[in-house]
């Protein structure tokens, strides 16, 4: 039977079917669904963990005993991940390990671009790289057999073109897979140097023997066409590349890593013409230079961002493809704050105390945009934490407690309590403010730790999160609603005035979560002074008409900031707007 399927669903149906036995991520987009689609099997032991390193390490432990085990993260994800990642390449696997990273060219939802093809290469973990979902699906089945036929982790590359984009799947039946007796043997799975000096050998010869594999595996094939034009590529740039070149041959590499040679030196010498298409970092094209191909790739295409069929048409001969263009200007949409989010309010008091704020990675980081503007720095996940106490030891005395560190409360579970015991340890006296509204926001809405549930929705122990920063060192912990604008502006005055550190948790869940029913808010055209202070709030249902501001019903949640922020009561919220909607009048 085919079905059509996302890439990410493919992964996880191939998973499945492999008969994977423990999954454990982190979510990440774009390899969010992977997991949550795998969540839906019954014989799937899943899981969210803390972060990628744990969920990496969840993964090791099920395969150190002989169970099909999984991880799948983002590209920046697996940077926390690499600790084990490395060191997993040495000690090999009891049960297939399959480590799904998808990488965003273009930072659709990133704060870098990376190529993991270089990871893969550095820890000398074998790699493959699907181009569409029935790839997605067979290559992870195939994954988990060279896995344990090999010894080592898999490497399974995506993209975000790979892992949103929809093809048909070929759906098989599951085959359990029965785990073998588990042996102890410290020789191989305890990485102390003596060890270690042993296995990386061991590394190196497998290493070799998945090259000659990659001379002739079914991952790997040649498309003969052309004896003008060759080109060598892979995953989703193998189907751009298709459009731009449909007389073409193909070497296409779905074996990223180890890479084959005497295969690519054929390839190239039945052609005249050799074209390298790569997104990111040139990995294919240094390997084929090193073989002495001359190859065309990164000289006429750019290693930053996403590509498309044009940019590579214009690229190769100055041609351009049919665009749909529409006669009027469309506006720009970029990405704001939900209506009712809970982070506006917290970013309006910051922004009005003058504060710096050292900001992390979730919906606040929106805050950093204009209207609210309030946030000035942002570099990865928990770092907000450790850069605010670093910006106190090293211009304090100037800077005086104007900093403040903002984190969500899914993202400091993930890595911003060690940021925060640095900060006791090393008598810091910053303030640190939790954004707690009770989700992973940014990611689709995963749970956490810090919800009460796990993956499947089962009841569980919340992390309470005034205990565990009591548990750290902080003494002066408020909760405080960042709705209540008058008090959780005290609280910021009083905190950051204080002389030790403090921990502040703005408590208000992700509007989305809402289920009772609020009225929306309209403006009083009488009472309204036109001061436009409700503007400053950036909310989406907010917006000028006629030089005026108004207030789209259809929009509008009713979580009543703004009419909080009007000082002259022109905004107001009650069952009259509903009747209004209702009757067309809004």
Known sequence: MKKLMLGNEAVARGAYEAGVG??????GTPSTEITQEIAKYDEVYSEWAPNEKVALEVAIGASMVGVRAMSCMKHVGLNVAADPLFTASYTGVG??????????????????????????????VPMLEPSDSEECKEYVKQAFVLSEKYDTPMLIRLSTRVSHSQSLVEVGERKEHVPKDYVRDMAKNVMMPAMAMKRHHYVEKRLDDMRALAEDCPFNTVEKNSDKVGVICGGIAYQYAKEVFPDASFLKLGMINPMPSELILD?????????????LEPVIENHCKVLGIDVIGKSILPNIGEFSVAQIKKAVDGGETEKFTVSEAVPGRPPVMCAGCPHRSTFYVLKKLGLIISGDIGCYTLGALPPSSAMDFCVCMGASVGMAHGIEKARGREF?????????DSTFIHSGITGLIDIV?????????ILDNSITGMTGHQDNPTTGYTIKGEPTKAVDLVLLCKACGIDRIVVADPFDLKGFEEVVREETAAVEPSVIIAQRPCILLKSAQMY?????????????MCMRLGCPAISEKDGRPTI????????????????????RQDDSNLKRLAQGKE
């Not at 049960?95 to 000398?124: F, P, T, W, Y």
């Not at 005086?400 to 969500?408: D, F, T």
């Not at 340890?425 to 403010?433: D, Q, R």
């Open 400 to 408: 005086g407690k104007k900093v403040v560190a903002v984190i969500g």
């Open 22 to 27: 423990v999954v454990s991520s982190y979510p």
């Open 95 to 124: 049960g297939g390990l399959v480590v799904c990273v998808a990488d965003d060219q273009g930072m659709h939802s990133s704060q870098n671009e990376q190529d993991s093809r270089l990871v893969a290469i550095s820890s000398k």
């Open 267 to 279: 390839f190239a010498k039945g052609v005249e013409k050799v074209y390298v298409i790569e997104e």
């Open 520 to 532: 929306p808010a309209r403006v009083i055209t009488d009472d309204c002074k036109n001061c436009k």
């Open 425 to 433: 340890y090393n008598k810091g006296n910053s303030t640190v403010i």
């Open 552 to 571: 789209d019903a259809t929009l509008c949640v009713g979580c009543g900031l703004c009419v909080r922020v009007c000082k002259f009561g022109a905004i």
